[in-house]
């Protein structure tokens, strides 16, 4: 039976130290890429943040606050190294409070996880060794060092407290310095900070101490533990068990159990590969020996019901909630109010969430559109005499998103779609390992449609005929695009897919041995879904590598798929003919052979559907084309691009 909102054990008042919480949702910290390179809050910062205020969660966390001016990690960082900056981030925190909202400041220094690109200067850590995926050496910190960054964290705590933030939350994990200090894998010490587990928290302890001193007793202070960071010799959960007993004897209100580091950023950021609540273990592991300390879980925690779970069974006091906060800011008020219906799921895509940080801009979400263009995205209905009668002519994911908006506008929207179906592709992503969660999306679509009296027309396929007669105001063509095929010897014969007919199940391969030509994300996926039917996969791809076009953290949990199922791979490999079972292929001008090939499967890309453009053009019927019928691109510059389309109109 689902628990409902006032009895979920999730929706309860909680209490950190002397911090009184309407509930036990707390939004953890997320780099955004949005604040000036000095530290301060800009209007789309603190637009982003007001939003989960008006959501109801019960703790916001702000993003890392870089302790020192090169101390961040990323550029466009908040900072409260300097008191010139209080006066701003006073304001932030004011705007905040106007929502009854309780807002946590996290402080921060990435140690060896920044560099000169970043800060102008060399990094420090513990020791001077880079970060394996850093190009760039640290200088090893110097007493001096140490007590100057010591005196920074407590400096900007006391800076935190005179804004007016209800708690800070010293960073502690996550591969940054403090977690530096904390695990062998980067502290390689041999004065009273390095060595045994005890010593390499020397660190930690002793700036915890200090902002407590700064601060006083009645300013709730949490931190933030990595306690495994799987990667080869560093911290294991059995010695991040012992971190956290050792952390929870010190003067803190609460602690974040966590994992990852750098390297094994699938830890921190969790791809829809780690399944939900995939990291809980390491949380039940460090429960019973923080005593009575409140515990923060975080990992992949995508909805309400696994929230109350696992708190109703005690595994921790609170959940954090970054991604789902991401794909749905007001998501605790939605399911308080009985509108499940109504909230945006991540899906484990980290597109915009991840890919954006690698880029070093703003993120996104894919399934949000608005997450932090919050300040830019006007969603007031138009008045009656302005409204339009829009038809979109595809049901695929780009325009359920346009009519979604459109309809949000107050605009009559009709939607045709050719086959009996929404989804179009999209429906065809979610197949492959780990993307089950793409799904929710297309609920959520048609959930808004009936919300927004969205008319939908299946089994249709639409024509410049019925556009004259319908005369709509504006057409959106959403018509996709259709897979590419090679004109090359052996492709015209029986036994030749396409990845989207194998993906749809439309089609299934004859045989046992199956050769996939195109190795970007799609080929890659497609021969894992074939490996995992038991059959004999290899893919052939043109460029250095396989899956350029993949976020580091799919193509990690997928090559480990492709090797586990022994799909063999060849870049730089172009395909010559097909015949007899045997494939040939050219690498590097040599000329090499795969026998016994019962199948083929292409995966060469697409080309958009721009079918009926002219002859609507010809009605001068006002036509938008979005999507991949624009140009063919990843799910999420479609969804923004069909989105803010249709917010346009």
Not at 104 to 129: F, K
Not at 594 to 613: C, E, F, M, R
Request: charged fraction near 25%.
């Amino acid at each position: 039976m689902r628990v409902k909102a006032q009895e979920n054990a999730a929706f309860r008042p909680g209490k950190i130290g002397t911090l009184e919480l309407k509930n036990r949702l707390v939004v953890p910290a997320m780099v955004t890429n949005t604040c000036t390179a000095d530290g301060l809050p800009t209007e789309r910062y603190m637009q982003y943040h007001e939003e989960k205020a008006k959501g109801g969660w019960g703790l916001i966390i702000t993003e890392d606050y870089a302790i020192t001016p090169t101390a961040g990690g990323f550029r466009d960082l908040a900072g409260l190294w300097d008191d010139s900056q209080i006066p701003a981030h006073t304001e932030f925190v004011e705007r905040i409070h106007r929502y009854g909202a309780k807002i946590c400041c996290q402080i921060y220094h990435a140690g060896r996880q920044t560099n000169s690109a970043v800060n102008g200067v060399q990094c420090m850590a513990p020791s001077p060794y880079k970060d394996p995926p850093s190009f760039e050496n640290p200088r090893e910190m110097t007493e001096d060092d140490i007590e100057t960054v010591q005196q920074a964290y407590a400096d900007a705590a006391v800076r935190a407290k005179k804004c007016g933030f209800d708690a800070v939350e010293i960073h502690g994990a996550h591969g940054y310095l403090i977690n530096q200090f904390n695990s062998p894998y980067s502290n390689k010490r041999t004065d009273e900070y390095g060595g045994t587990t005890w010593k390499r928290t020397r660190f930690g302890r002793e700036v915890i101490r200090r902002v407590r001193e700064a601060v006083g007793e009645d300013f709730p202070i949490l931190f933030k533990l990595t306690v495994n960071e799987y990667v080869q010799g560093g911290l294991t959960i059995n010695e991040g068990r012992e971190l956290a007993r050792i952390y929870s004897e010190e003067p803190i209100d609460a602690i974040t159990i966590t994992q990852g580091v750098n390297a094994t950023e699938w830890a921190v950021i969790a791809p829809g590969h780690i399944s939900p609540i995939g990291f809980i273990d390491n949380v039940k592991a460090c429960r019973e020996v923080v005593g009575n300390l409140p515990v923060i879980a975080v990992g992949r925690i995508i909805n309400f019901d696994l929230a109350n779970n696992v708190i109703q069974d005690g595994t921790c006091d609170f959940v954090a909630m970054g991604r789902a906060s991401l794909a749905d800011p007001l998501a605790p008020k939605k399911y308080q109010e009985g509108k499940e219906e109504d909230i945006l799921t991540c899906i484990g895509c980290v597109q915009g969430c991840l890919g954006n940080l690698r880029k070093n801009i703003p993120i996104q979400c894919l399934v949000n559109p608005r997450t932090v263009k919050e300040y830019q995205c006007d969603l007031c209905v138009l008045p009656e005499e302005k409204r339009k009668r829009v038809v979109v002519i595809g049901g695929g994911v780009s325009g359920c998103e346009a009519a979604v908006a459109a309809a949000m506008k107050g605009h009559q929207v009709t939607v045709y779609e050719q086959k009996d179906h929404l989804g179009g592709q999209w429906k065809l992503a979610a197949v492959p390992s780990a993307k089950q969660d793409f799904t929710t999306l297309l609920q959520w679509q048609q959930a808004q449609f009936k919300t927004y009296g969205v008319k939908v027309v299946l089994n249709t396929e639409y024509t410049a005929e019925m556009a004259r007669e319908e005369h709509p105001d504006v057409i959106i063509l959403a018509t996709g695009s259709t897979e590419k095929t090679l004109p090359f010897a052996g492709l015209d014969q029986e036994h030749v897919y396409k990845a989207q007919e194998i993906l749809s199940g439309a089609k299934n391969t004859s045989g046992d041995h199956v050769v996939v030509i195109g190795g970007g994300s799609v080929g890659v996926e497609t021969a894992g879904h074939l490996a995992q039917d038991f059959k004999q996969v290899t893919i052939l791809e043109v460029r250095d590598r396989i899956s350029m076009d993949g976020e580091f953290s799919n193509n990690y949990f997928m090559f480990k798929l492709l090797d586990e199922k022994k799909v063999q791979s060849y870049a730089n490999a172009y395909y010559q003919n097909w015949e007899d079972g045997v494939v040939t292929f050219k690498q590097h001008d040599e000329l090499h052979k795969i026998y016994g090939v019962t199948d083929i499967v292409l995966s060469v890309g697409s080309a958009p559907n721009q079918a009926l453009k002219e002859e609507l053009d010809a009605l001068g019927i006002e036509t938008k084309v979005i999507g991949d019928a624009l140009n063919v691109k990843p799910g999420l510059k479609n969804i923004e691009e069909s989105f803010y389309l249709g917010l346009s109109l």
